[in-house]
């Protein structure tokens, strides 16, 4: 199995070689870690080298702009043909603090978003409290990519995957309190639907105050098997065939 979007740096995990091999043992084959500020891009860049079973993805968050410049961005279209580099991101828009600043989101969204069209890069896309204006960006980029952690609703869903936008799915969907995410997975077809930790952050219902982990994924697919009343090897070799579909592993 693939998990499309985690954060596995030192940062969060002592051991990261451990770690691996955990995730390695869980039938997890394929990582996505994905960057947010330039100190983690640097390490995506390191741990793709180290790692067989990773992959990065590299870009700015919404909430770690402060010290973005074009300078930043410069680097970044320096190094999205690196090998292993599957896809720009963590990039999107975040609208949940009150003191947030939305032209300045919106603009380096639009600057990445003019790297994703020129190199034909996929996206994965956080989305947080803006989920209008983050489509209606997107929308007018020729991009491909994964909606990270979706949180909208099934009509919202429905529109992404018109324009052949996949639907991140994590953790989140085992809580008793996630009905609206069970009907949009009820709703979408499974080729749209990508497996996703966002490790650290967001573990599975079993392991709620234990830090995440990609080793988890099997738990997301056994979810998603009962809400689609399908068995978890379909759904493993269908999200599986979606991610490769996406991303250049």
Known sequence: ????????????????????????KSGVNKIIVNGCDMKSNLEVLDLIKKYDCVYGAIGFHPTELSLVTEEDIIWLEKHLNDDKIVAIGEIGLDYHYDDTDKNKQQKWLKRQLELAEKYKKPIIVHSRDAIQDTFD????YNVRGSIHCYSG?????REFVKKGYY????????????KRLAE????????????????????????????????NIPLIAKKIAEIKEISVSEVEKITNRNASSLFDF
């Open 1 to 24: 199995m693939v998990d499309t979007h985690c954060h596995i740096f030192l940062e969060y995990y002592e051991d990261i070689s451990k770690t691996i091999d955990e995730i390695l």
């Open 137 to 140: 960006i997107l929308t007018k």
């Open 153 to 157: 609703s099934v009509e919202m869903a």
């Open 167 to 178: 639907i991140g799915v994590g953790g989140t969907i085992t809580y008793s309190n996630s």
């Open 184 to 215: 949009v997975i009820k709703d979408i077809d499974l080729s749209y639907i990508l497996l996703e930790t966002d490790s650290p952050y967001l573990p599975p219902e079993g392991k709620r105050g234990e830090k995440n982990t990609p080793a």
